[in-house]
């Protein structure tokens, strides 16, 4: 059975920094690119960013870029988001999600980051 | 990168059918074959339902179905099941390795 359980979300001041974990298990891990995706609570999905399987490849949505870095340890089957200058509009569930097929076919729970002074 | 628009609701009785539209441009939905949906619970994960536009994943009832015109996507459920009652998103590829959602839509069954 696929699994992805991510980690690491807290309340943190504007400004700070924080890194999500997301661990993963049922398939294997460094044949597949993999996202992360946002969501603030009772709104819609905003794509985060992609590593490509062996980490050599990333990218990121605009909202993100030069603040967030995504990497992965295909060692440990684990996926991680670096997030530094956070701010309000931050705020929200992260979920990493397994890419497939242009897709992104299973889902983790997510981690609940919120920004606040 | 602007989401793509969905209507904010739809609805039908059991056993009837309902469309959803997502709209976007010709830099995502319009410019490539990569449009999938997915179903919301209240409290749950996304589910995968419908990939590169018209594909079923395993397991993905046959009442779910996909198309596209131009800058615009679909998805139709018909028969109508009270399961079938959540939140569904688009989400398109956008090119150089990027991707967008749409707005979502609540679906309600009467």
């Known amino acids: 059975e696929v699994q992805l359980v991510e980690s690491g979300g807290v309340v943190v001041q504007p400004g700070g920094s924080l890194r999500l974990s997301c661990a993963t298990s049922?398939?294997?891990?460094?044949?597949?690119?993999m996202h992360w995706v946002r969501q603030v609570p009772g709104k819609g999905l905003e794509w985060v960013s992609l590593?490509?399987?062996?980490?050599?490849?990333?990218y990121y949505a605009d909202s993100v870029k030069g603040r967030f870095t995504i990497s992965r340890d295909n060692n440990k089957n684990s996926l991680y988001l670096q997030m530094n200058s956070l701010r309000p509009e931050d705020t929200a569930l992260y979920c990493c999600?397994?890419?497939?097929?242009?897709?992104?076919?299973?889902w983790g729970q997510g981690t609940l980051v919120t920004v606040s002074s | 990168q602007s989401a793509l628009t969905q209507p904010p609701s739809a609805s039908g009785s059991p056993g009837q059918s309902v469309t959803i539209s997502c709209t976007g441009t010709?830099?995502?939905?319009?410019?490539?074959?990569?449009v999938s949906w997915y179903q919301q619970h209240p409290g749950k994960a996304p589910k995968l339902m419908i990939y590169?536009?018209?594909k079923r994943p395993s397991g993905v009832p046959d009442r779910f179905s996909g198309s596209k015109s131009g800058n615009t996507a679909s998805l139709t459920v018909s028969g109508l099941q009270a399961e079938d009652e959540a939140d569904y998103y688009c989400?398109?590829?956008?090119?150089?390795?990027?991707?967008?959602f749409g707005t979502g839509t609540k679906v309600t069954v009467l």
């Open positions: 590593i490509s399987w062996d980490g050599g490849r990333t």
């Open positions: 049922g398939f294997t891990f460094g044949d597949y690119g």
């Open positions: 989400s398109s590829y956008a090119g150089s390795y990027k991707y967008v």
């Open positions: 010709s830099s995502d939905v319009g410019g490539y074959n990569y």
């Open positions: 590169e536009v018209t």
């Open positions: 999600t397994r890419g497939t097929n242009w897709s992104f076919d299973y």
